[in-house]
């Protein structure tokens, strides 16, 4: 049904949110909103898409409200979390998504054991394929590895448009009652004076909840690449023809609106990732990774005594607390006490004790 809300006049500028006008600006590239990080423009967007709704709907009977076409722009790509305590956000999910598509892989093995429930996906219980975004971007078997095909073209000809990562295919509307279809269209990266800018093109995008693991994971590829081309890191710009929030979700988004954090700044920055070519530690963490999810290591508090850069070291503990909750066991005070401020955050919002539900 069409809603009769439409924007104020004025502009894009005009359809900000008041809370969020002090952070709000059009953005370097394009005009898309620009935010100087996540944590702002996700508590934008989602307020928007919920109070400001362009058509409410009900895609495969899924009551909706949604807003079509919309876009915005982070500054700061690497401040890619929104510091809200009751949106309680699983940041330990969302690094095993970034290195579950890093890695290639496909299988609910690895993200089932962070998502359950995204095994309801799975036409054949044991694989995903549109949400598996990874065999897309750099497996060989699926087409030239196009990670490399992106890098090739921007190492020869920097100025290049053609810096693309196609990962949605015409032929997932062929297959009948297919229950897993990309979300995402693709990917699109621009060297220009020396910094990488990225855009991520969406046909469909849940604001409460897809949102957020996909700016999380794709903003992530995008200062993996940077850093192994030794470029800046630009902007990203998130395009959405369709950004939506279900029905389902509504008393979630009314708490997490009403969150006073919401309104106020990031509490914390999130750590750079090092320059250079960050692949050999990324298959290294994904050893470690492995092991704590069948419960065969325990990582020692210590982050120097891990065989990698302190960076993927503190996504490796990420993971040994995760495995503790997991196990039942309690939260191990010491290792908390090594954490990045940023990633101490969410886990004591997510888990606090221990004792809580997961993921």
């Not at 389902?248 to 250079?276: H, I, K, Q, T």
């Not at 070519?277 to 065969?296: C, F, M, Q």
Request: net charge negative; hydrophobic share 40%; charged share 20%.
């Amino acid at each position: 049904m069409d809603h009769d809300d439409q924007d104020a006049p004025g502009g894009l500028a005009a359809t900000v949110t008041a809370h969020a006008a002090n952070n709000f600006s059009v953005g370097k590239n394009g005009s898309a909103a620009g935010y100087p990080n996540f944590h702002h423009a996700y508590i934008d967007q989602l307020r928007l898409v919920f109070e400001k709704p362009t058509y409410f709907n009900a895609p495969r009977g899924q009551h909706s409200r949604e807003r079509l076409a919309a876009q915005f722009q982070l500054r700061d790509p690497s401040q890619r979390m929104a510091f809200i305590p009751r949106r309680r956000t699983n940041i330990v999910f969302n690094f095993a998504e970034a290195l579950w598509y890093l890695a290639g892989r496909d299988d609910l093995d690895f993200i089932g054991y962070y998502a359950p429930n995204m095994s309801c996906y799975s036409m054949d219980g044991h694989h995903l394929t549109g949400t598996a975004y990874g065999p897309k971007i750099f497996s060989r078997a699926h087409r030239n590895c196009q990670y490399s095909t992106v890098i090739d073209l921007l190492v020869n000809d920097p100025d290049s448009k053609r810096a693309v990562v196609q990962i949605f295919d015409a032929g997932e509307l062929l297959v009948q009652g297919n229950i897993d279809v990309s979300c995402t269209l693709g990917l699109q990266f621009f060297l220009r004076e020396g910094a990488l800018h990225a855009q991520a093109y969406m046909r469909a995008n849940d604001a409460y909840r897809g949102m957020v693991s996909d700016v999380f994971s794709f903003t992530l590829l995008q200062e993996f690449l940077a850093s192994e081309l030794g470029a800046e890191l630009g902007t990203y710009t998130h395009v959405a023809g369709s950004l939506h929030v279900y029905q389902n979700d509504d008393v979630r988004v009314e708490a997490v609106l009403s969150d006073p954090a919401g309104s106020g700044p990031a509490p914390y920055r999130l750590p750079a990732m090092p320059s250079g070519d960050n692949r050999s530690a990324v298959t290294s963490l994904l050893e470690i990774e492995e092991k704590l999810r069948h419960n065969r290591l325990r990582l020692p508090v210590d982050p120097d005594l891990l065989d990698l850069p302190p960076y993927w070291a503190q996504i490796a503990m990420l993971f040994e607390i995760y495995r503790q909750t997991r196990q039942g066991e309690p939260l191990n005070t010491d290792l908390l006490a090594v954490l990045e401020p940023a990633y101490r955050f969410f886990v004591d919002h997510r888990w606090g004790t221990g004792r809580e539900s997961h993921p």
